[in-house]
């Protein structure tokens, strides 16, 4: 079965510095990968994903994420993190297709002037 | 880009009335819509597959006869609570296969 780790429940980062939020998954073909953010209150909006090809993705608001299939990881970075950047954000992993997606548990941001 | 309407985004109902939640694809059509339910400060587990035209999957643990699903058309998926109870209490969001499974807005259902 798949399944998605996020290691991090809590990070607090200073506004204007990078951020890597980490994401391991268990999947035992190619993952279809994804990473939403949540803000309080809010849906889902989608950042990235990741189906094939280049491993390196980029996404909205200057996210990006690097699927390393040796490392069964797909980490999200940001170069300079904004304000409006704290929410939460949820790593999931789908299984292709119409299948259904995985969640992590999530990791919430903070960013601290 | 793909979108997925729900409403309502937020609902209060007394305990043991029920509650539809309508999940909407406006652009496009979704064969396949997905029902999460996440409660506070934690991850979204997936209730149920909807599929059009068919009965819906259910996750283990989730009981099909309180949480209703209807996927009559390739444009709507319903979810209804029924005789909903404090413990229903939570977050729905719904989804459909579009762009990297396109995600409604939520609702926030309050059993008092």
């Known amino acids: 079965a798949q399944s998605v780790t996020q290691p991090d429940i809590h990070i607090t980062v200073s506004e204007g510095a990078s951020l890597e939020l980490r994401c391991n998954y268990s999947y035992g073909a190619t993952p279809y990968l994804f990473w939403y953010v949540q803000s309080p209150g809010q849906g889902l909006q989608l950042l990235l994903k990741y189906f094939s090809g280049d491993t390196l993705v980029q996404g909205i608001k200057g996210f990006e994420a690097e699927f390393k299939r040796s490392q069964s990881s797909f980490n999200l970075r940001k170069p300079s993190v904004h304000w409006s950047d704290a929410a939460e954000y949820f790593c999931?992993?789908?299984?292709?297709?119409?299948?259904?997606?995985?969640f992590g548990t999530g990791t919430k941001l903070q960013v601290i002037p | 880009g793909a979108v997925v309407s729900q409403h309502p985004s937020w609902v209060i109902c007394k305990s043991g009335t029920s509650v539809k939640i309508e999940c909407r694809s406006l652009d496009f059509q979704a064969t396949t819509m997905f029902w999460y339910r996440q409660f506070p400060k934690q991850s979204l587990m997936l209730m149920a597959t909807?599929?059009?035209?068919?009965?819906?999957?259910?996750e283990q643990g989730v009981e099909k006869d309180k949480f209703l699903i209807n996927h009559a058309s390739l444009t709507l998926s319903t979810l209804t609570v029924t005789s909903a109870h404090p413990e229903d209490s939570s977050f729905y969001i719904c989804?459909?296969?579009?762009?990297?499974?396109?995600f409604g807005s939520g609702t926030r259902l309050t059993v008092v």
């Open positions: 999931a992993v789908g299984d292709g297709g119409y299948q259904k997606v995985t």
């Open positions: 989804s459909a296969v579009a762009n990297g499974y396109t």
């Open positions: 909807s599929n059009e035209g068919s009965k819906a999957t259910y």
